[in-house]
């Protein structure tokens, strides 16, 4: 049923009407001839008072409707008028390839219009992140209604759904790879600590099977919004956020900081030295493939520069390139994202997965749970050997370990991992 609410939604939204309100100075969506109004529901932090010396704070919304989700499902809210925003910039076959994401559950992969999808976005990948991000907004907004009004929807499906009309099922997964595996082509190092790392990976990737897992997944599913997507996640992977050095010249960043903990999986590696390791291998590979990727750094480097760097009076890559390899503090750590991950990935040669909430989860053959192949959310060669991060809020990053059992026989993973989950906080 959730494709059906998807489906619902992407049809209310557009066929509404965007109106401003002068009174209130808001915009809001007109739904039908009755003015039935929805509009965004202005998230705002509040502190509710301090219990034992600590502020006790939380989120309400400014704009409640009869489509305000509770902060419980959805803290951030909905924003329909974000949504309506996009789906009037989209272009009629733009918005069939929006509608073949929110029916992926009762369509097959390999039907025609996913194929379309797929070479879509391999050659507009700017509007595809619009198309992506609408589906997240009208996600939510289904998520929304299903949680609102279960017994109306229900009531109105069962009016429809006659004994002609099939039901659509979600589509259950048989475990799946999305390629065949390649072999891991680490990179030369004459760096022991670097060497020594990738050895335990490949190790713990030779060794590894679906039944050395704490609780293996049975099927596919989506990553809720919010606090409930660690409660989910965590009964299928460690999830590591630790912040590597916190003052302001010299902090990586989550990014860099999961990155750490992801490659050297050891608590006393959480340590700026061992980032900067990182960083130095990947301004290392840069310099190397300069004509790849000049073009994607200089187009990055307006938002990555601090408050105190004009764009004109530098060089954008290798400002760029300096940086990563510790020769300056000119970027802003708190921009990072897909550039660099894609810049690791292909650096270390190793598959980087990253998982975002909504985005749908699949089992590949080794019954691990890595994003759909429709979402492209894997970066590098596809590696038997991966790096796992969790992006919850944009630029937010964790790291994220295979949960594996206690007392099986890669025990010393277990015992490394669980040490990182408790005490990475503590870095």
Request: proline share 6%; net charge negative; hydrophobic share 35%.
């Amino acid at each position: 049923m959730q494709a059906l609410h998807r489906y619902l939604v992407f049809f209310l939204i557009d066929g509404a009407s965007l109106t401003y309100d002068p009174c209130n100075q808001k915009y809001k969506l007109i739904l039908n001839d009755s003015e039935l109004s929805i509009g965004y529901s202005e998230p705002y932090s509040v502190c509710f008072g301090i219990n034992q010396n600590l502020l006790e704070t939380g989120i309400v919304f400014c704009n409640v409707d009869d489509w305000t989700p509770p902060t419980n499902v959805l803290p951030h809210g909905i924003d329909p008028i974000a949504a309506k925003w996009i789906l009037h910039s989209l272009a009629p076959e733009e918005k069939q390839h929006l509608v073949t994401l929110l029916l992926e559950d009762i369509i097959d992969d390999e039907h025609i219009r996913f194929k379309q999808f797929r070479t879509f976005l391999s050659q507009f990948h700017e509007k595809g992140e619009q198309i992506y991000l609408c589906y997240d907004l009208i996600c939510e907004m289904a998520i929304s209604i299903e949680k609102k009004f279960p017994e109306v929807i229900a009531k109105e499906w069962n009016n429809f759904a006659k004994e002609d009309i099939p039901l659509p099922i979600e589509k259950e997964k048989q475990p799946t790879s999305l390629s065949p595996y390649v072999p891991w082509n680490k990179p030369l190092t004459k760096n022991a600590i670097l060497s020594n790392a990738f050895d335990e990976i490949e190790l713990f990737w030779k060794q590894f099977s679906n039944n050395d897992l704490e609780s293996p997944p049975s099927k596919s599913f989506y990553p809720p919004w919010g606090e409930a997507i660690y409660s989910k996640l965590s009964k299928y992977f460690y999830i590591v956020h630790p912040m590597i050095d916190l003052n302001k010249f010299s902090s990586q960043g989550c990014l860099f900081s999961a990155l750490t903990a992801s490659l050297f999986q050891k608590v006393e590696c959480l340590q700026l030295s061992y980032s900067l390791m990182i960083k130095k291998q990947m301004g290392q590979f840069l310099s190397q493939n300069k004509d790849r990727f000049q073009d994607r750094v200089k187009k990055e480097m307006p938002r990555y520069l601090l408050q105190n760097k004009k764009e004109e009076q530098i060089k954008p890559f290798e400002v760029y390139l300096d940086w990563l390899n510790g020769n300056n503090n000119d970027v802003n750590y708190l921009e990072l994202g897909q550039l660099e991950i894609e810049i690791f990935a292909e650096a270390f040669g190793i598959q980087v997965v990253v998982i975002e909430p909504g985005r749908k989860l699949v089992l590949d053959s080794e019954g691990v749970l890595i994003p759909h192949q429709t979402y492209s959310q894997s970066y590098g060669p596809n590696t038997k050997e991966k790096i796992f991060l969790l992006n919850r809020e944009g630029r937010t990053f964790s790291a994220m370990f295979p949960r594996i059992k206690s007392d099986g026989p890669l025990n010393d993973f277990f015992t490394r991992w669980s040490t990182l989950q408790a005490k990475a906080d503590q870095v």
